[in-house]
Structure formats: structure tokens, C-alpha cells
Nanobody, 112 residues
Framework: QVPLVESGGGLVQPGGSLNLTCRGA??????MAWYRQFLGTEREFVAS???????NYANSVKGRFTISRDNAENTLYLQMNSLKPEDTAVYYC????????WGQGTQVTISS
């Protein structure tokens, strides 16, 4: 199986933006999603997108984050704007319903 590889994380100030990227065989999934894991907690859902482009967001990120996918490039994106310290987490991508082994994730840190 082609592994899922997340990238694009980093350290930004509150109010800043980041664009996360997930590469892998995303076309194997009808619905792809981003998840995040805060220190010491379980992974939680952030956003999902179907092959048809239907999207869904957690209430905590609605209006600030945008999920998109490029099937031709086998890439999933998460544009994150108006970032808050409480968005600090490790971000992962995976299928929404069918899961593959989790990747390493990408660390997002929001701090002044």
C-alpha cells in the first residue's frame, strides 16, 4: 500500500495561515479526511471531502479551514487560516470510513 505522507506544518503566530498537504493513493478513498491529535488525547475529526467534492467540517474549524483534493496529483490539502493556539496539534490524513495505516503526521504549532 502507498503510505500517506503529511507535510506543511510548522510554527506560526496566532492569526496566521498554513497549507497542509497529504500525498498518497488518495484516489483509493471515496472520502478523505484530516484529523488532529492534541497532546495526550485521541485523534479527532477536522474535515472531510468526498470524490464528488462534498465537504464537512468540525464546528471548531468551520469558516477557517478549507479541505480540497487533487485526484490527478493524488494529493489532499488543508488550507488553515485565522489559526488559534488551540489549533496546535499533530495533523493526519486518512480515509473517512476506510482507514489505512496512519502516517507520521505533521506538527502544527500556533504560538506568539
Amino acid at each position: 500500500q502507498v503510505p500517506l505522507v503529511e507535510s506543511g506544518g510548522g510554527l506560526v503566530q496566532p492569526g496566521g495561515s498554513l497549507n497542509l498537504t497529504c500525498r498518497g493513493a488518495i484516489t483509493d478513498f471515496w472520502s478523505m479526511a484530516w484529523y488532529r491529535q492534541f497532546l495526550g488525547t485521541e485523534r479527532e475529526f477536522v474535515a472531510s471531502i468526498t470524490n464528488g467534492g462534498d465537504t464537512n467540517y468540525a464546528n471548531s474549524v468551520k469558516g477557517r479551514f478549507t479541505i480540497s483534493r487533487d485526484n490527478a496529483e493524488n494529493t489532499l490539502y488543508l488550507q488553515m487560516n485565522s489559526l488559534k493556539p488551540e489549533d496546535t496539534a499533530v495533523y493526519y490524513c486518512n480515509g473517512l470510513h476506510i482507514k489505512r495505516p496512519w502516517g507520521q503526521g505533521t506538527q502544527v504549532t500556533i504560538s506568539s
